[in-house]
């Protein structure tokens, strides 16, 4: 291991290789120690957003609606927790007049069904608004989706880093070449 990272005082050793040996640690350990701050920070994110979609929702009212045809798509078995939604042609009355347009219905749900129908304040049909378990589900895609983006940065730093160096190296073998190389070619 301390070969490896360049501690075993070789004299041939560069200076170039010796950071190269430590870029990966160097990596992990800034991951380690910045990603629960990316993490939380990327969490109050998708928290905050998610306050923000319940203050809207709050003012949203639901009528019923019947389905004018069956929504496509298969019935799926999840114990009734089915959350793939069609928009489906449906009638529904909103404040005392009959109105129709498309709705969110599950999937497979028959023609003549009753759904229940989310409309805003200007009467305009929304998709119904997320619970509680949805609000955690997006803060941990939020929160996971931060650290790969956390991630890919890191390795693409250490990617440059990398290329730096091997520049770096290439510029000192082609300077050293040029000092040696002259030399061999008289002895020829």
Known sequence: MTRRLGLDHNPLRRGSDVTEAWLLPAVIAVFLILGPFVAGAAGAAVRADNA?????????HQVPAVLRQAAPGPMM??????????WTPARWTADGRPQAGRVPAPAGARAG???????????????????????RDHVMIGMSLALAAFALVLAGLALLGRRMLDRRRLAGWEAAWLSVGPQWSRHG
């Open 77 to 86: 078995s999840d114990n009734g927790a089915n959350t793939w939604l069609v």
């Open 113 to 135: 069904a009753t759904v229940a129908v989310w409309l805003d304040r200007a009467g305009q049909v929304q998709v119904p608004p997320p619970t509680a378990a949805g609000d």
């Open 52 to 60: 923000a979609a319940q203050r809207v929702t709050r003012s949203w």
